[in-house]
């Protein structure tokens, strides 16, 4: 496996050996699980991630301006999007000064999965202006499509 804190640019690798040219682009990976829900991500502009520092610190690498795919692993692509800001704990994120327990979301953002403050295991959102989102079902998968474990490649 891969260090989650090297970058596509240096850890790919042509069939020939050679290092292959990064486009500047970055591949996001976003489970969709109870904890974590898509539609929720494209309403209020995020993406995010959690579950320890090994998940969430590749987060750190997008800035505003970067534009990112999303890919749902096992499932396929829901979306391409411009990051409009820095990484920041769920607890500190807001959609019109209200903060995501405060909105109409599938996902219960009350639950200590979103509100622990703990630098090493709160959970991470990333804000995004979405381009082109589609539905879980109509996710956009292929044979040899970038895939990666990192949460950011």
Do not use: C, H
């Amino acid at each position: 496996m891969i260090d989650p804190g090297e970058t596509q640019e240096n850890a790919a690798t042509s069939s020939t050996g050679e290092r292959e040219p990064w486009n500047g682009e970055f591949y996001v990976s976003f489970g969709v699980d109870e904890n974590r829900d898509w539609s929720d991500a494209v309403r209020y502009g995020f993406i995010g991630a959690g579950g320890g520092i090994w998940y969430t610190r590749t987060l750190s690498q997008l800035k505003e301006g970067d534009r990112i795919w999303v890919n749902n692993p096992g499932v396929g692509y829901l979306g391409v999007g411009k990051v409009t800001d820095t990484v920041m704990k769920a607890i500190d994120y807001r959609v019109d000064g209200k903060s995501l327990k405060e909105l109409d979301t599938v996902v219960d953002y009350t639950k200590p999965y979103f509100t622990n403050n703990d630098d090493d295991n709160a959970e991470y959102l990333v804000p995004v202006e979405w381009i082109r989102t589609v539905e879980v079902q109509n996710s956009v998968s292929e044979t040899g499509f970038f895939g990666n474990q990192n949460t950011v490649a």
